[in-house]
């Protein structure tokens, strides 16, 4: 007995029999026929430009130079880790030389703080993000980050400021007049407002910490109960109490607009404290987008106790797209030994509901002047993946480090160590997760089974908006999800979560085709006359397979997800197993022959 595979799909066949790489370029696939010798050129999108695999051949000069496809880009790992990486850009990666080495180094995302800088310049480094995503036609999440209230001390008549003594009586007023040991301003009357008798108020991330024993309707009495020195507009954090006001500033009004109109694919608002904050955002968003243009997610960064107030969390969660764990300011508002169990309460939060959670602040603080972390550092990376995060972030380390590039490779040196242990899928397993009776949750479920039952190499969801695709992300499966969608925006958002790459079928694949103004209506997809040839959507499905070097043989196998009829949102209604040779191979892979 053998088996005879009939290779009904030459042009894809080709890609697997075709010559050794010579070089990478932008990605076009091109077929040609010369006496029935079908040989099919693909262009990589996974490698840098100048790289070449050992098995290399390289053409003479004046020679012009056939592309093809035989074996998987060098740099596949790339796409093959799940947890994925957030990079903030700053002074030591605002080039779009640095930009594109931090990609190739692992970042997948990249942040752009509008605390600091000037609009326009967040405006060159996402021209910059978009040129390279351009370059190596693989989608590239933008996350503009709003700065948020700063809640500040006035000044003092010292400029070094004063040294408050433990046990010594300190007043916070409105008065404007300059500070001095006993009094100094503070210009927030919401904060003298909502604090009582009791309540706890940290100055400088905490270096100085205030009990209030006192209040008048324009003044707070408190006690020192942490000692040291306290000068002009240090913040100041208050734990206990739930502030009314506003999380959007002014300036994030502002910047938000802006956001909107370059076009970022996520926003995250700072200072949430109950879920009508993001509420707030949503109203705002709805107010300065256009009709026809594309909605930014939102992602709520998690930085105060009152979020885990009662239902807070959850609510949080399900209002907004994504969530952050920033535990810098969580870190200062809830003591040191919390801040890891109220981590692991967020992620589990985040991933019984689908929606991708960023682990964030200090992760490898010491790569801001060291090109290596602590061991404690890259166990606290390590923990965070362990844990089911979706994305673990850069902030200093990549913005304002002298090892931007070190600091990204190093931690996709830490994924891909821990999503090598076999202990790391068991305890992504631990988490029950509640079914819905719905046939996108039994198709999901169901191919994350299949998926591992005869080792497929990807799961292939086709989306519209993303929906099936995310449900695919919170099954946590063992093989890479790629997402494929016919908007780009959709693309870049899915970035976010783990274990999904997308990708962008070209234009009259996926049943659509437009032209490029139109293209992207979530509205109303157009859908062309081949709408229902499902055999040229699983094509599609194996050539983005390739693209991404997530298959190497023609009898590799990709389980894929899709709903029909094309143009229906979140309808996932079809499982199909195909090898990575196309649809109209599959007979003859699977024909066992007598000899």
């Known amino acids: 007995m053998k088996i005879s595979p009939v290779y009904a799909n030459a042009a894809l066949l080709s890609i697997f029999r075709g010559n050794t790489v010579t070089s990478f370029a932008p990605p076009a696939l091109e077929i040609r026929s010369a006496q029935r010798n079908l040989q099919t050129r693909l262009f990589s999108t996974t490698a840098k430009p100048g790289i070449t695999s050992s098995s290399t051949r390289v053409q003479p000069p004046q020679q012009q130079q056939e592309t093809t496809v035989a074996a998987i880009p060098k740099v596949s790992q790339r796409w093959r880790k799940s947890t994925k990486q957030l990079a903030t850009l700053g002074p030591a990666s605002s080039t779009k030389e640095m930009i594109e080495t931090l990609f190739l180094a692992g970042a997948d995302i990249f942040r752009l703080n509008f605390s600091h800088g000037s609009q326009e ?30 809640l500040r001390v006035g000044e003092f008549s010292n400029p070094n400021g004063e040294i408050l003594e433990k046990d010594q009586t300190f007043r916070l007023d409105l008065d404007e007049a300059q500070g001095d040991n006993t009094r100094v301003m503070l210009p927030h009357p919401e904060i ?21 024993i006192d209040k008048g309707e324009k003044h707070l009495d408190c006690r020192v109960d942490v000692p040291g020195k306290i000068s002009n507009r240090k913040g100041v954090n208050t734990p206990d109490s739930v502030l009314d006001i506003s999380p959007l500033t002014p300036k994030d009004r502002s910047d938000l607009e802006y956001m909107i109109k370059i076009g970022v694919d996520w926003v995250a608002l700072s200072f949430v404290q109950q879920p009508g904050d993001i509420e707030e955002i949503h109203s705002l968003i709805d107010q300065h987008l256009a009709e026809d243009a594309f909605r930014p997610a939102v992602m709520a960064k998690i930085e105060k106790p009152s979020c885990f107030v009662g239902d807070n969390l959850e609510r949080i969660v399900d209002l907004c797209d994504g969530i952050m764990v920033a535990r810098g300011d969580l870190g200062v508002e809830c003591a040191p030994e919390d801040v890891p169990l109220l981590q692991k309460q967020i992620i589990d939060t985040c991933r019984r509901a689908g929606k991708p959670v960023v682990v964030a602040t200090q992760m490898l603080e010491s790569m801001i002047e060291s090109p290596t972390p602590t061991r404690a550092e890259a166990s606290d990376v390590a923990t965070a993946i362990y844990d089911g995060a979706d994305a673990i972030m850069l902030s200093a380390e990549s913005a304002a480090g002298k ?42 479920t169901a191919a994350r089974q299949i998926a591992q039952t005869v080792k497929a190499k990807a799961i292939v969801c086709f989306t519209l908006q993303g929906s099936t695709v995310l449900r695919a992300a919170q099954e946590r499966a063992t093989v890479p999800v790629l997402g494929i969608t016919p ?82 949102p979140g309808a996932a209604n079809i499982i199909r197993l195909l090898p990575a040779a196309g649809p109209s191979c599959w007979d003859g892979v699977c024909r066992v022959e007598d000899v």
């Open 121 to 150: 310049q967040k405006k060159e480094l996402l021209m910059h993000i978009r040129e390279v995503e351009e370059k190596y036609s693989h989608p590239i999440a933008i996350l503009g980050d709003l700065q948020g209230p700063k």
């Open 192 to 212: 003298i407002a909502a604090s009582e008798v009791g309540h706890v108020l940290l100055v400088d991330d905490g270096k100085v910490k205030l009990t209030v």
């Open 487 to 568: 908007f780009k925006e959709t693309a870049r958002q899915l970035v976010m979560s783990w274990g999904v790459y997308p990708d962008l079928p070209r234009s009259g694949s996926f049943g659509f085709s437009a032209d490029d103004e139109d293209f992207f209506n979530y509205e109303n997809p157009a859908v062309d006359e081949q709408a229902d040839d499902f055999d040229m959507v699983l094509k599609n499905a194996c050539r983005a397979a390739l693209r991404k070097g997530l298959v190497s043989d023609p009898n590799d196998l990709l389980v894929v997800t899709a709903g029909i009829p094309f143009g229906t």
């Open 403 to 444: 090892f931007p590039e070190e600091s990204v490779a190093m931690q996709q040196r830490i994924i891909n160590r821990v999503e090598s242990d076999p202990h790391y899928h068991k305890y992504l397993d631990q988490l029950s997760m509640s079914k819905k009776d719905t046939a996108t949750d039994a198709i999901t």
